[in-house]
């Protein structure tokens, strides 16, 4: 079963939340997931990404139709600065802090019925989940993809900090993997890896859902 099939046959995914850390401008997993199944929000997050180039992703993802963008301000997650989306690890912060950071949002549209909130946050993926969190934005649906830049103080697959930080708050119900990428612990395969149209690389990806034996 494809990835799209599964989505399309799943209730438990209408309605969704979708966190993708360390996302770059890769449209690959919002169009999948946004045209097979009802969204509610997605949160995309790159601390490398600048503004102009953001501001240019939201609005010209294929298929689907932007709402005029706003931008977002730390208080919008009840917090006074945008280093409280830097976790206290020197690592975290070698090539970008919260300096740098921005946030926007706009709606987005699609011709299945999907409509929903895009937030983009140029902060560090990790500590946002945290803030995400917080301010009650809780994604059952997580992208995992390591690049292998080199550059990141952790792993968002098995043993980094991300599932480590799920494990103690929330773990998601279903994680959207990049083959290459070591899924969490206690989450089992339920699609074939596949390639889908508006991804940034290569990595054919695959969904997996959090085991009922847990």
């Known amino acids: 079963m494809t990835p799209n099939e599964y989505i399309i046959a799943t209730p438990e995914l209408k ?22 199944t009802t969204l509610k929000k997605v949160v995309y997050c ?33 917090v006074n600065d945008w280093d409280a989306f830097w976790p206290r690890n020197p690592g975290a912060t070698r090539f970008h802090n919260y300096q740098t950071a921005f ?22 993926s990790v500590q946002t989940h945290t803030r995400l969190l917080n301010a009650g934005i809780v994604p059952n649906i997580v ?5 292998g830049f080199g550059e990141n103080w952790t792993s968002f697959g098995a043993g980094g900090e991300l599932e480590e930080l799920a494990e103690r708050c929330v773990m998601p ?7 290459g990428t070591q899924p969490w612990g206690d989450y089992e395969q339920v699609s074939d890896y596949a390639l889908y149209d508006g991804q940034m690389h290569a990595y054919p990806r695959a969904v997996f859902r959090r085991s009922t034996e847990t």
């Open 15 to 36: 309605d969704s939340v979708l966190y993708y850390p360390g996302s770059g401008l890769d449209s690959g997993p919002v169009k999948l997931f946004g045209a097979n």
């Open 46 to 78: 790159d601390y490398g990404v600048n503004q102009a180039d953001a501001d240019h992703f939201v609005c010209n993802i294929e298929g689907f139709i932007a709402e005029p963008i706003s931008e977002l301000r730390p208080v919008d997650f009840n």
């Open 103 to 124: 946030g926007i949002k706009t709606t987005l549209s699609h011709k299945s019925g999907s409509k929903f909130d895009f937030i983009y946050l140029a902060t560090e």
């Open 143 to 147: 992208v995992l993809h390591d690049h």
């Open 173 to 179: 119900e279903f994680l959207f993997v990049a083959q």
